[in-house]
């Protein structure tokens, strides 16, 4: 980890993520600041500018006196205009690395996305060797998989180490997609709709979480020496904990580790037994691996890259929770509406039929002109298996969440609600 305090640039500090980011890094006093179109908060030096011009960026960087950028500009998913996507994503990034460059910025951490590995099938339990599909699913995925190449590409040209971040889903305080989306649909009564039969799980991530790791990242950009068998071998072959913010630890009784319960003769060694299972639980148990598995010997051999570095690297970034995909909008419409829902039982479309409304639903969108709200994108999404396997940032990267699913709901639901108070009055 590097000893020296950076001073970050955000790129894109203005939006969800950014603003998150950004509000990190002030409050373990980090100098930091931003670089985007709009100005929406006072707090933090700003600097305008559009991302696909090299000169701009370049100024922003100087006058700042960035040693490393956070990249997380990019438009919302599901917009219908892939030029938007290539000027911002794509040419934005190409000029973003071009005068990291030029002005021998040491780090650049690139914000990605889970989806550039999407293409229609189910993902599961997937790690980062998964190829990206050779059909991308749509345009924003694909700006963003060219994206994520460039920042890859340039790790190590003219001083600059890079890295990208691989987020699924993120939700919380700030976001305009997911939380209102829902809240939309169960305001106008559509909230008993189900589409398919709810045994996909999927990943959604806090947006506090994915902050958190583009941080490490940054602190962690650093240049290393190669690692040597034997800190490979140490940094894998202990168990990781189990991730269980939300569902809280369950022990397992063991021989050594157990409530004593009715007994006519106490057990020797009772109080040991006893306090073992009421204390702290880190078992120091080695992890056995497969073949297939991505940290076992074989695929690390197969590897172009050190496993240890992070410079050149991509990692998924989940909230290490996945959950059956409509279990994550009929929570929140608990939160948001405990008094009334659920109205009634969920209404069940199978997926094949799903699809084939969602095509007349595209069709009539063209013939009218309008965009239509229900599409076949849409349905693919809801019924895919879509969850991640996160433990070589955990390893690497030295990331565990911070908030767990159900907290980041809360917290999403009361910003959401105070945002709606603030509308009313």
Same mark, same amino acid.
């Given at each position: 980890?590097?000893?020296?305090?950076d001073?970050?640039?955000?790129?894109?500090?203005s939006?969800?993520?950014g603003?998150?980011i950004?509000?990190?890094?002030?409050?373990?006093g980090?100098?930091v600041?931003?670089?985007?179109?709009?100005?929406?908060?006072h707090?933090?030096p700003f600097?305008s500018?559009?991302?696909?011009?090299q000169?701009?960026?370049?100024?922003?960087?100087r006058?700042s006196g960035?040693?490393c950028i956070?990249h997380?500009?990019?438009?919302?998913?599901g917009?219908q205009?892939p030029a938007?996507?290539?000027k911002v994503?794509?040419?934005?990034t190409?000029?973003v690395?071009?005068?990291?460059?030029?002005?021998?910025i040491p780090?650049?951490?690139? *914000?990605?996305s889970?989806g550039?590995?999407?293409?229609?099938q189910?993902?599961?339990?997937?790690?980062?060797?998964i190829?990206?599909p050779?059909?991308p699913?749509?345009?924003y995925n694909?700006?963003?998989a060219?994206?994520?190449?460039?920042?890859i590409a340039?790790?190590?040209v003219?001083g600059v180490?890079?890295?990208?971040?691989?987020?699924a889903g993120?939700f919380g305080?700030?976001?305009?997609?997911?939380?209102?989306?829902?809240?939309k649909?169960?305001?106008?009564g559509r909230?008993?709709?189900?589409i398919?039969?709810?045994t996909?799980?999927?990943?959604?991530?806090?947006?506090?979480?994915?902050?958190y790791a583009?941080?490490?990242?940054?602190d962690k950009l650093?240049?290393?020496?190669?690692?040597?068998p034997?800190?490979?071998?140490?940094?894998?072959e202990t168990?990781?904990p *189990?991730i269980d913010?939300?569902?809280?630890?369950?022990?397992?009784?063991?021989?050594?580790a157990?409530?004593l319960?009715p007994?006519?003769?106490?057990p020797?060694?009772g109080?040991?037994?006893?306090s073992a299972?009421e204390?702290?639980?880190n078992?120091e148990?080695?992890?056995?691996?497969?073949?297939?598995?991505q940290?076992?010997?074989?695929a690390?051999?197969?590897?172009?890259?050190?496993?240890?570095?992070?410079?050149?690297q991509v990692f998924?970034?989940t909230?290490?929770?996945p959950?059956?995909?409509w279990?994550?909008?009929?929570r929140?419409?608990?939160m948001?509406?405990p008094?009334?829902?659920?109205t009634r039982d969920?209404?069940?479309l199978?997926k094949?039929?799903g699809l084939?409304?969602?095509t007349?639903?595209?069709?009539?969108g063209?013939?009218?002109g309008r965009?239509? *709200?229900?599409?076949r994108f849409?349905? *693919?999404?809801t019924?895919a298996?879509?969850?991640h396997?996160?433990?070589?940032?955990r390893r690497?990267?030295?990331y565990?969440?911070?908030v767990?699913?159900?907290?980041g709901?809360?917290?999403a639901?009361?910003w959401?609600?105070?945002?709606?108070?603030?509308?009313?009055?």
């Amino acid at each position: 980890m590097s000893s020296q305090r950076d001073t970050f640039l955000v790129i894109g500090g203005s939006g969800f993520l950014g603003r998150h980011i950004v509000e990190a890094l002030v409050a373990r006093g980090d100098p930091v600041a931003v670089f985007d179109i709009v100005q929406r908060y006072h707090d933090t030096p700003f600097y305008s500018g559009d991302i696909s011009d090299q000169a701009q960026v370049s100024d922003a960087l100087r006058k700042s006196g960035a040693s490393c950028i956070i990249h997380t500009a990019s438009p919302t998913a599901g917009l219908q205009d892939p030029a938007l996507y290539w000027k911002v994503n794509v040419d934005g990034t190409r000029a973003v690395i071009a005068a990291a460059q030029e002005n021998r910025i040491p780090k650049l951490v690139y *914000t990605s996305s889970a989806g550039v590995v999407f293409n229609g099938q189910d993902l599961i339990d997937v790690d980062e060797r998964i190829p990206l599909p050779e059909k991308p699913l749509d345009a924003y995925n694909e700006s963003k998989a060219k994206a994520e190449e460039l920042v890859i590409a340039a790790n190590g040209v003219d001083g600059v180490l890079t890295v990208a971040l691989r987020p699924a889903g993120i939700f919380g305080p700030g976001d305009r997609q997911v939380v209102p989306g829902f809240a939309k649909v169960l305001k106008e009564g559509r909230s008993h709709f189900q589409i398919g039969d709810n045994t996909n799980l999927f990943d959604w991530t806090y947006v506090g979480n994915v902050a958190y790791a583009h941080i490490l990242a940054a602190d962690k950009l650093v240049p290393q020496p190669p690692s040597t068998p034997e800190h490979v071998t140490e940094a894998f072959e202990t168990a990781l904990p *189990t991730i269980d913010l939300t569902t809280g630890q369950h022990r397992v009784p063991t021989s050594s580790a157990r409530p004593l319960g009715p007994y006519v003769e106490r057990p020797a060694r009772g109080d040991e037994i006893a306090s073992a299972f009421e204390g702290p639980h880190n078992p120091e148990r080695p992890v056995v691996r497969s073949r297939f598995d991505q940290l076992s010997d074989p695929a690390l051999n197969r590897a172009n890259t050190d496993p240890l570095q992070v410079a050149g690297q991509v990692f998924f970034i989940t909230n290490g929770e996945p959950i059956y995909f409509w279990d994550f909008p009929r929570r929140l419409w608990r939160m948001l509406a405990p008094d009334t829902y659920p109205t009634r039982d969920p209404f069940v479309l199978p997926k094949t039929f799903g699809l084939a409304i969602a095509t007349l639903s595209e069709w009539w969108g063209w013939l009218s002109g309008r965009e239509p *709200t229900f599409t076949r994108f849409r349905v *693919t999404f809801t019924c895919a298996h879509r969850w991640h396997n996160i433990e070589r940032a955990r390893r690497v990267l030295g990331y565990e969440p911070q908030v767990g699913l159900e907290e980041g709901m809360r917290r999403a639901v009361e910003w959401w609600k105070a945002e709606e108070a603030k509308s009313a009055s």
